[in-house]
């Protein structure tokens, strides 16, 4: 009984801290171009957010903000999202959905993308809907996805790591470290801990590069958890 009692009240526990407001320092810009800094009621998304919550001062009401009305926010040391257009894949990846039909499945979406990786040359961003989605962007050019793609044949499930060869796109093959980084290419995993030390690795000799990550802070009665450096 008091084993039921202690799991009940850690729920609850669980439950309130995460509908409690966190606001954290951090900015704005809208779509106007204008910024604005105060205050975001930073949830640690495990999907990406389509709208937030922003006061200029602690003082006043917040007010929501969503894609129409942002181009990016910020949360100071944290976290950074962007406005973004983009095609993604919804073929399931999770075994229990996997069909044999081998057809392509894209929509077109706006959304916030988190930054992982941030230079002038090749950067790499992160999406989390029903899946994970990556995405690199190339200096000026557009937000391209990482495709990576799961399939059942004979009732055996066979992947398609697509993203392999579009990194190697990026990578020139008069670099002394070409065979190397080709072998770790296709040795990668797509998760954000890999590809994030792809990305830093393919681009640098751009310049600085700005990492991203976070840490996702549970209750005492679980462990600190990334969910991209897996």
Same mark, same amino acid.
């Given at each position: =009984?008091?084993?039921?009692?202690?799991?009940?009240?850690?729920?609850?526990?669980?439950?309130?801290?995460?509908?409690?407001? $966190?606001?954290?320092?951090?900015?704005? !810009?809208?779509?106007? +171009?204008?910024? !604005?800094? +105060? %205050?975001?009621?930073?949830?640690? %998304?495990?999907?990406? *957010?389509?709208? !937030?919550?922003?006061?200029? $001062? =602690?003082?006043?009401?917040?007010?929501?903000?969503?894609?129409?009305?942002?181009?990016?926010?910020?949360?100071? $040391?944290?976290?950074?999202?962007?406005?973004?257009?983009?095609?993604?894949?919804?073929?399931?990846?999770?075994?229990?959905?996997?069909?044999?039909?081998?057809?392509?499945?894209?929509?077109?979406?706006?959304?916030?993308?988190?930054?992982?990786?941030?230079?002038?040359?090749?950067?790499?961003?992160?999406?989390?809907?029903?899946?994970?989605?990556?995405?690199?962007?190339?200096?000026?050019?557009?937000?391209?996805?990482?495709?990576?793609?799961?399939?059942?044949?004979? +009732?055996? #499930?066979?992947?398609?790591?697509?993203?392999?060869?579009?990194?190697?796109?990026?990578? *020139? #093959?008069?670099? *002394?470290?070409?065979?190397?980084?080709?072998?770790?290419? $296709?040795?990668?995993?797509?998760?954000?801990?890999?590809?994030?030390?792809?990305?830093?690795?393919?681009?640098?000799?751009? +310049?600085? !590069?700005?990492?991203?990550?976070?840490?996702? #802070?549970?209750?005492?009665?679980?462990?600190?958890?990334?969910?991209?450096?897996?």
């Amino acid at each position: =009984m008091r084993i039921i009692f202690l799991i009940t009240i850690s729920q609850l526990f669980f439950i309130n801290a995460f509908t409690q407001a $966190n606001y954290q320092p951090g900015f704005i !810009i809208k779509n106007n +171009g204008e910024t !604005i800094h +105060g %205050w975001i009621d930073y949830r640690q %998304w495990s999907n990406n *957010p389509k709208k !937030i919550l922003f006061k200029q $001062n =602690m003082g006043e009401k917040e007010a929501p903000y969503t894609v129409d009305d942002l181009s990016l926010f910020s949360i100071t $040391n944290k976290d950074t999202y962007t406005r973004a257009i983009v095609t993604k894949d919804i073929r399931p990846v999770d075994i229990k959905y996997l069909t044999d039909d081998t057809q392509d499945s894209v929509v077109s979406d706006t959304v916030f993308l988190r930054e992982l990786v941030v230079s002038d040359t090749l950067s790499l961003y992160a999406l989390t809907d029903d899946k994970y989605h990556f995405y690199i962007k190339y200096k000026t050019g557009g937000y391209e996805e990482l495709i990576y793609k799961v399939y059942l044949h004979d +009732g055996v #499930s066979e992947t398609q790591t697509t993203y392999r060869q579009q990194l190697l796109t990026y990578l *020139p #093959s008069n670099r *002394p470290d070409y065979k190397e980084l080709d072998y770790r290419l $296709n040795h990668s995993r797509y998760v954000g801990k890999d590809l994030i030390a792809l990305v830093q690795l393919i681009d640098h000799r751009s +310049g600085a !590069i700005t990492l991203k990550t976070k840490k996702i #802070s549970l209750p005492f009665l679980f462990p600190v958890v990334d969910r991209f450096l897996l």
